[in-house]
């Protein structure tokens, strides 16, 4: 998932989530109490925009992706951050005072790793320390749509489809990257599972959260079908 083709894309066409979702993210940061200063973990960092505005803003930042694509696009991006190649539910995650998992990264995991992502992520906070996170919960009719985005020198089309019982999503991604004159094609497919809030509530409460629920990260809205989750570790 996410080869260099689409990583490229992702950067440039699609990185103005991380970008707009950063205020309201350090917003959501100072009034948990979690100062800079402070180590704050981003779980599938992408091409490391967030960690970057997290170095900005005076925070340690570690960002962990399993596209080695991405985290060499990160390296770029955001020089001064520690960034690995790694899955969510694999790498250890060091002490840390916030976790954040941005843009649908917990919805690529299989349900039996949702509870254990929630354990490994609260034995690695400190008490009082926060996990944001936003995931895929589908809307009130199952996605059946195909999109495109065309730029300069690349163009990408989706073709989504959830299930009829809206427990999963899956994309078809078809990338076109110039080269010479034609266009090399690249497919991914990427498989989501579309959670049910109550369930990732009462996942959070087992593993030791209290939270809350946002439908954005301060002026910046979640795209319909998602939401997001401000959970703080109990002391
Ligand atoms: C839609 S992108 C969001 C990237 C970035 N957080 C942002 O907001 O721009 C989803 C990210 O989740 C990452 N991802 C998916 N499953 C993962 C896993 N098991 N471990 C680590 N990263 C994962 C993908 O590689 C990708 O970077």
Same mark, same amino acid.
């Not at 962990?64 to 001064?80: C, E, G, H, N």
């Not at 895929?136 to 985005?149: F, T």
């Not at 939401?227 to 002391?235: E, H, N, Q, S, T």
């Given at each position: ?48 925009? /967030? ?102 020198? /690349? ?21 076109? /990257? ?58």
């Amino acid at each position: 998932m996410y080869r260099t083709d689409l990583a490229r894309i992702h950067h440039e066409g699609f990185g103005g989530f991380a970008r707009r979702a950063a205020p309201g993210l350090l917003a959501i940061l100072r009034t948990s109490n979690i100062r800079p200063g402070s180590l704050v973990v981003d779980l599938g960092c992408g091409s490391g925009i /967030w960690p970057a505005r997290l170095d900005l803003a005076g925070y340690r930042a570690i960002g962990i992706d399993q596209s080695r694509a991405f985290v060499r696009l990160a390296r770029t991006v955001a020089p001064r951050c520690q960034l690995r190649v790694g899955s969510v539910h694999r790498v250890a995650l060091p002490r840390c005072q916030a976790v954040t998992a941005l843009g649908e990264v917990l919805s690529y995991l299989p349900a039996p790793l949702f509870g254990a992502t929630f354990r490994r992520v609260a034995r690695a906070l400190t008490p009082g320390g926060v996990f944001v996170f936003d995931i895929m919960i589908g809307q009130p009719h199952p996605a059946n749509y195909r999109n495109w985005i065309a730029s300069g020198r /690349w163009a990408v089309g989706v073709a989504v489809r959830e299930n009829p019982a809206r427990t999963r999503l899956v994309r078809q991604i078809d990338t076109f /990257w110039r080269e010479g004159r034609g266009y090399r094609r690249r497919r991914e497919i990427h498989r989501l599972r579309l959670a049910n809030p109550r369930d990732v509530r009462a996942g959070l409460r087992a593993t030791g959260f209290r939270c809350r629920t946002v439908t954005g990260y301060g002026r910046y809205p979640l795209a319909p079908g998602r939401l997001g989750f401000v959970a703080i570790k109990r002391a």
